[in-house]
Nanobody
Framework: DVQLQASGGGLVQAGGSLRLSCAAS????????IGWFRQVPGKEREGVSC????????YYADSVKGRFTISSDNAKNTVYLQMNSLKPEDTAVYYC?????????????????WGQGTQVTVSS
């Protein structure tokens, strides 16, 4: 079974950093697009970042460009989201999700698998 395990959330002061991890299992980690999403209660889920092994594409929401960096370690079947210069408005539950269709791209990301969320709280 495909499983995604998100971790790394926590409480941090504004300006601080966190690194989220999305550990994947149950599929060959060589053809995927994995995205990070976040959601605040009462608001729509927001796509934050994405990385594709199929076409090498990455995506960042305008709100995180220049502060967040997505990367992958194929040897560890893990995708990371390095979050720097965190702001209170980054507070949310963060989820990772995978699109495992052949040739999946960040441009057409349609996740079929979701991990559990990890809470990120940024204090002012």
């Amino acid at each position: 079974d495909v499983q995604l395990q998100a971790s790394g959330g926590g409480l941090v002061q504004a300006g601080g950093s966190l690194r989220l991890s999305c550990a994947a299992s149950g599929f060959t980690f060589d053809d995927y697009a994995i995205g990070w999403f976040r959601q605040v209660p009462g608001k729509e889920r927001e796509g934050v970042s994405c990385i594709s092994s199929s076409d090498g594409s990455t995506y960042y929401a305008d709100s995180v460009k220049g502060r967040f960096t997505i990367s992958s370690d194929n040897a560890k079947n893990t995708v990371y989201l390095q979050m720097n210069s965190l702001k209170p408005e980054d507070t949310a539950v963060y989820y990772c999700a995978a699109d495992l269709e052949y040739g999946s791209s960040c441009r057409t990301l349609d996740p079929g698998y979701w991990g559990q969320g990890t809470q990120v709280t940024v204090s002012s």
